[in-house]
């Protein structure tokens, strides 16, 4: 049912034959050859949580709208409604419905295995999808069951692209993560969706080769950056390059992939402890160390974090702010020259503000873009990293430091190009 790109184009080019009988059908070089502008365009997802990565591609994808269709009125349907609506100016409406049903219509609903409720659930769905032209999932790791149940996150994506089809909406899949998706049923509620789209691109190959692995055709899809690479940055204050350094260590809540999962516990104080044993080596050779987040919840591996470098060094000062956005994120890596972190997109900021960095991933996600941007020999995996090896690690960043700076700033100026095709290409196809 997917809506190849290269037909959207040829049937926009016949529609506006009279304007571009001299162009070539390149939409990123006529960007301004575009077809009525929708009135509504609905956001979907885990936005407001707390997860300052998710948070973030909603903001970008928000100022590109804001900036080439001031026109139109956007709709963002999420998980904290509320938070949102506060944070970005724009309307709300919940994933799903509020709460389950009470009184005579709770028992009705329970009697008849909670059919009734999700079918009033899908009617509302798709009252409100039905006034969209277009739904857009910005980013973020949409395609994958981190923490996720089948009855959640997977469940609730085939609920609102099943509906937009229905309604005529059309649905794009925007620069997203893809996989992994270990729990079969999730994979299955999360491929059927993706079937329903009518554009799809994927922030990295990975993600790209996982939907081909699982038999889903992707000859139609592109890759794109990730959308927080077109968040601006904060401005650099430029210093000297002292012996000591400042270096950041974003920490992460991390309890294994389903944190629901047993031995979730261990695995968290396991990365705490081998953690705090090389903050420990870090002031004890003089450097500064900041703390850094990317997800409300990780203020709990902070606290944690501080309690574990205590008990071996009290007097151990270690620098931490609390932050509310990508842009927050991106101005405490801004004080920092060396970062090592965990997160994904704390990853993504301290490049973008060419922070030479290490990442202790959960996820392969991360081990591929730091291969893009040069830095391929300096990840390891959270669950099993070797604090040895971090600190040879470190040692070896440190020491080649202005050159992988110079690498990283010429990487993210291919990226901004790259994020300025698609651009013009959803202009063009999708949201024109």
């Given at each position: ?112 295995l909670k059919i009734p409720g999700k079918l009033t659930d899908f009617a509302r769905t798709y009252w409100h999808v039905r006034k969209a032209d277009v739904m857009i999932f910005p980013g973020t790791g949409i395609l ?9 996150m997977p469940y609730d994506i085939l609920k609102w692209c099943f509906a937009a089809r229905l309604a005529g909406t059309r649905i794009a899949f925007v620069s997203i993560g893809a996989g992994p998706i270990r729990n ?196 390891q995996h959270i669950e099993t990293f070797n604090v040895e090896m971090l600190v040879a690690q470190f040692s070896q960043l440190r020491a080649a430091r202005e050159k992988h700076e110079q690498a990283i700033s010429e ?22």
């Open positions: 049912m997917t809506v190849e790109i290269g037909a959207a184009v040829k049937l926009d080019s016949l529609a506006s034959a009279n304007s571009i009988k001299a162009a070539s059908h390149d939409p990123s070089e006529h960007p301004t050859v575009l077809r009525r502008a929708p009135q509504t365009m609905v956001l979907l997802g885990l936005f407001g949580s707390g997860n300052l990565g998710n948070d973030g591609s909603l903001e970008a994808m928000i100022g590109f709208l804001r900036r080439e269709r001031p026109e139109a009125e956007l709709l963002c349907v999420c998980g904290e409604p509320g938070v949102v609506k506060h944070t970005f100016g724009i309307e709300t409406l919940p994933i799903r419905r509020n709460g389950p049903a009470r009184g005579l219509s709770g028992t009705i609903n329970r009697l008849f994958d069951d981190f923490g996720e149940r089948p009855a959640g079969r049923l999730s994979r299955l509620l999360m491929m059927s969706a993706a079937r329903l789209s009518h554009y799809r691109s994927y922030r990295d190959l990975l993600s790209k080769e996982f939907m081909e692995s699982v038999g889903f055709d992707t000859r139609a899809d592109a890759i794109y950056p990730d959308l927080a690479f077109g968040l601006p940055a904060p401005t650099l204050s430029h210093r000297g390059r002292p012996e000591a350094l400042r270096v950041g260590i974003g920490v992460m809540a991390y309890r294994g992939w389903y944190g629901f999962a047993e031995g979730g516990q261990s695995i968290f104080f396991q990365y705490i402890d081998k953690l705090a044993n090389f903050v420990v080596h870090l002031l004890d050779c003089g450097h500064d160390v900041r703390l850094l987040t990317g997800d409300d919840e990780d203020r709990i591996a902070i606290a944690a974090l501080q309690a574990a470098v205590k008990h071996i060094r009290p007097e151990a000062k270690l620098a931490y702010e609390r932050v509310n956005s990508l842009s927050d994120v991106m101005g405490q890596m801004a004080l920092t020259d060396i970062v090592v972190a965990t997160r994904f997109h704390n990853i993504v900021c301290a490049l973008k503000m060419c922070r030479p960095t290490i990442s202790l991933s959960y996820a392969r996600k991360n081990d591929v873009l730091m291969e893009e941007m040069g830095l391929g020999g300096f990840c990487r993210l100026a291919t990226l901004r190009k790259q994020i300025r095709r698609q651009e013009a290409r959803l202009l063009f196809s999708t949201i024109a």
